[in-house]
C-alpha cells in the first residue's frame, strides 16, 4: 500500500475537482442553447371544433399561418399556435381557451429542466444531438458486432446521411421497419426509437424478439432539421429545403409520399407547415426512404412499418388522406392489432391512447407514410403512433415513460406477427 505526501494528495483532489467541473461544464453546454428564434407573447389556443366547419378552420390556419400542434376529433378540440401579430384577430374568430400562454416561457423552462436532468454517462436523461446519438449508435454497434449494424438510408437535403442500425444480421427474417423524427421538433419522438434500441440489445428478456425479425431503426429521418431545432428553432417541423419564389423553407416531409399527394391535409403554401412540396417524392428524405425500402418492399420481406411522432397519445393506422376505412379484412386485423397495443401501452403508465385510421381520429393527412406503406407497398401492419404528452417540449424524465410504453405498443405489434 503506497502512503500519498499532503501535497501529492492535493494534487490529486486539484485535478479530480477540474474534471468534475470540465464535465459539469460540458454538460451544461449541451442543454443551454440560445436558440435564434424565440416565441415571445405567441400562445397556443385549443379551438372547440364543434362549432367551426373544417372546410373553416383550414382557411384560417392559411390566412393566419397557424400552427396546428394537434387536433382529436372524437373529443372535437384542436391545438394551434398563434402569433401575437394575428391573436387579436383570431381570438374573436374562433372559439377557444388558452392552454399556452406565452411559447417562449414554455421553452425556456424546459431548458431549465434539461440542465437540472442532464446526467453524464446516463443517455437518457436529456434530448441528444444528432452528434451525440451517432456517437451512441457507433457505441452500440462496436458492443454488439455480431447484431448490430449502420445503414444509410440516404442523404438529406443538405448532404447529411440518414443513419438507422440493423439489428439482428440474419437476411433470412422479415424487416421490422421502423423511424421517428419526421417532423423535427418531436423530440420525444427521437428518444422513443433509441429507447427501443437499447432495449433490444441490452434486455435479455426480448431476445427472442430480437432474432424474429431484421429490425431497422431510424432515430432520426428529418435529419437536417432535427439538429436546426437544436441550434436555431426549437419549433421547427419541416425539412430545410428551400422553395423556389418564396423565403419560406422546408417541406413536410409527411405530406410529401405518393399515396394520396396534393390531398386534403397538406398546403400549397410554401409557408404552411404542411407544405406538400412541388411534387411527390420531392423531399430527398422521402425518396431516400422509399429507395432504401424498395427491394424490401417489392420481396414482400416487410413484416410491419411503423412512424413515431408526437403528441397526444394515438395508435393509428391508414387511412389518413380520406375519412374511409380500409378494406374490411384488412382493417380487422388492423383495428385487433391497434387495440392490443393500446392495451399494452396502459399496462405500462395507465397512457390510454386512441385508435382507429389517422383521417377518422386525427386529421386528414394527404402524401403521408403509413397510406404509401400500406396502399402502395400491401403491408398491413402500418402504423402511426403518436406519443403520449400535451406539447413538443415534454420534460427529460418522460424519455424513459414515453419510450417504455411505446416499445410496448410496438412489442404488441411483433409479437402479432
Not at 388558452?98 to 424546459?110: G, H, M, R, Y
Not at 420531392?282 to 417489392?298: N, T
Amino acid at each position: 500500500l503506497t502512503t500519498l505526501s499532503c501535497s501529492q494528495s492535493r494534487h490529486i483532489n486539484m485535478v479530480f475537482g477540474r474534471c468534475i467541473v470540465v464535465l459539469a461544464v460540458i454538460t451544461l453546454l449541451t442543454v443551454n442553447v440560445v436558440h435564434s428564434k424565440r416565441y415571445d407573447g405567441y400562445q397556443v389556443l385549443r379551438i372547440n371544433t364543434t362549432s367551426v366547419a373544417t372546410s373553416r378552420l383550414q382557411e384560417l390556419c392559411e390566412i393566419f399561418n397557424l400552427d396546428v400542434w394537434a387536433e382529436n376529433k372524437i373529443e372535437e378540440w384542436m391545438d394551434v399556435m398563434v402569433s401575437p401579430k394575428h391573436l387579436p384577430v383570431v381570438t374573436t374568430l374562433l372559439p377557444y381557451e388558452v392552454t399556452i400562454s406565452d411559447v417562449q416561457s414554455l421553452i425556456n423552462n424546459n431548458e431549465k429542466e434539461r440542465r437540472a436532468s442532464a446526467v453524464v454517462g446516463d443517455f437518457f436523461t436529456d434530448f441528444p444531438t444528432i452528434g451525440q446519438i451517432l456517437t451512441w449508435l457507433n457505441e452500440q454497434i462496436n458492443n454488439n458486432p455480431d447484431t448490430a449494424s449502420r445503414v444509410i438510408i440516404g442523404q438529406s437535403y443538405e448532404g447529411n446521411d440518414i443513419i438507422g442500425i440493423k439489428l439482428n444480421q440474419d437476411t433470412t427474417r422479415p424487416v421490422f421497419y421502423l423511424h421517428c423524427t419526421i417532423h423535427a421538433r418531436e423530440w420525444i419522438a427521437t428518444t422513443s426509437c433509441l429507447w427501443i434500441i437499447d432495449t433490444l440489445l441490452n434486455d435479455p428478456s426480448e431476445s427472442s424478439l430480437l432474432n424474429k425479425f431484421q429490425w431497422i431503426i431510424v432515430p432520426v429521418l428529418n435529419v437536417d432539421g432535427y439538429d436546426y431545432t437544436h441550434t436555431t428553432d426549437r419549433l421547427w417541423r419541416k425539412n430545410r429545403a428551400p422553395n423556389s419564389g418564396s423565403t419560406c423553407a422546408g417541406t413536410d416531409i409527411n405530406r410529401n409520399y405518393g399515396y394520396g399527394w396534393g390531398g386534403s391535409g397538406a398546403s400549397s403554401s410554401p409557408c404552411s407547415e404542411t407544405y406538400r412540396g412541388t411534387f411527390a417524392w420531392s423531399s430527398p428524405e422521402a425518396s431516400a426512404e422509399r429507395s432504401f425500402l424498395k427491394s424490401y418492399v417489392d420481396s414482400s420481406t416487410v413484416a410491419a412499418y411503423i412512424d413515431i411522432h408526437s403528441y397526444g397519445g394515438y395508435f393509428m393506422s391508414s387511412w389518413g388522406y380520406t375519412t374511409s376505412y380500409p378494406p374490411s379484412a384488412d382493417y380487422a386485423i388492423m383495428s385487433a392489432q391497434m387495440s392490443a397495443s393500446a392495451s399494452a401501452i396502459r399496462a405500462v403508465n395507465g397512457n390510454s391512447y386512441s385508435v382507429g385510421p389517422s383521417g377518422r381520429i386525427l386529421y386528414l393527412t394527404s402524401g403521408g407514410t403509413v397510406d404509401f406503406y400500406y396502399g402502395d407497398g400491401g403491408i398491413i401492419q402500418s402504423y402511426t403512433i403518436e406519443c403520449a404528452g400535451s406539447n413538443f417540449t415534454p420534460p427529460p424524465s418522460s424519455i424513459p415513460t414515453i419510450g417504455a410504453e411505446v416499445w410496448a405498443g410496438v412489442k404488441s405489434v411483433a409479437n402479432a406477427i
